[in-house]
């Protein structure tokens, strides 16, 4: 059964870091992993898409990472900002199924 | 495009009563899905559709029902509401082709429901 989990499910760092959120999942057998960003009371919203013959994908400032062998996602945010602040989870679709499974999020605070 | 739209976005009913959620797609998108939200848990799969005609459980099926007549529309129907269903509940859809592959995941707004 797969499993998606990210630790820490808090995060709390000054304006201008660099930071890494963490995704591990149990089974390396995927089609893609996606991750999104959700903002108090709202939606989510799918910030960047990676298909399981992926490593990589950027958009902006966000550069997510894959490695299905050891199970792990990275979502790095470059030059934080107080408008990052927000819950990010990742989410894989396996390849044995049709449901897409959630990690349970990482609530970002970026202080200014 | 309006994307993925749900109604309605609160909602308050007691014990018993019965309701259906509404969640309409305008991308033509073949896979939907309905999630709750719970604080902790985060995001457990209730029902998903790979296409008109067809549904199937999720994680957290019991209590809800789904339909999925045509490609637009994905209701999900609450029996008999019990407190422990409240909670907020998402709608998502995206593509899906025959190889079970899928594109980027779209979600929409959310109904907050509170049983009482």
């Known amino acids: 059964k797969q499993e998606v989990t990210q630790i820490p499910a808090a995060l709390s760092v000054p304006e201008g870091e660099n930071l890494v959120l963490n995704c591990s999942f149990t089974?390396?057998?995927?089609?893609?992993l996606q991750w999104f960003r959700q903002d108090p009371g709202k939606g989510l919203t799918s910030l960047l898409l990676i298909q399981s013959s992926q490593r990589e994908q950027t958009s902006g400032r966000l550069n997510a990472s894959l490695d299905k062998s050891s199970g792990r996602s990275t979502l790095y945010i470059a030059a934080s900002q107080p408008g990052d602040s927000a819950t990010y989870l990742c989410a894989v679709k396996p390849s044995s199924a049709s449901k897409i499974i959630f990690g349970s999020g990482t609530r970002l605070s970026i202080r200014p | 495009n309006a994307g993925v739209t749900q109604t309605p976005k609160f909602q308050v009913l007691k014990t018993g009563q019965s309701m259906t959620l509404q969640c309409a797609q305008d991308?033509?998108?073949?896979?939907m899905s309905w999630y709750r939200q719970d604080p902790g848990m985060g995001l457990r799969l209730i029902h998903y559709s790979v296409g008109a005609g067809i549904t199937d459980q999720g994680e957290v099926p019991n209590g809800y029902n789904v339909s999925r007549s045509t490609t637009e529309d994905f209701p999900l129907r609450l029996l008999s509401a019990a407190p422990s269903q409240t909670s907020v509940y998402f709608c998502a859809s995206q593509r899906h082709n025959s190889g079970g592959n899928t594109d980027t995941q779209y979600f929409g707004p959310g109904t907050r429901l509170t049983v009482l």
């Open positions: 991308m033509n998108h073949e896979y």
């Open positions: 089974d390396s057998a995927i089609y893609n």
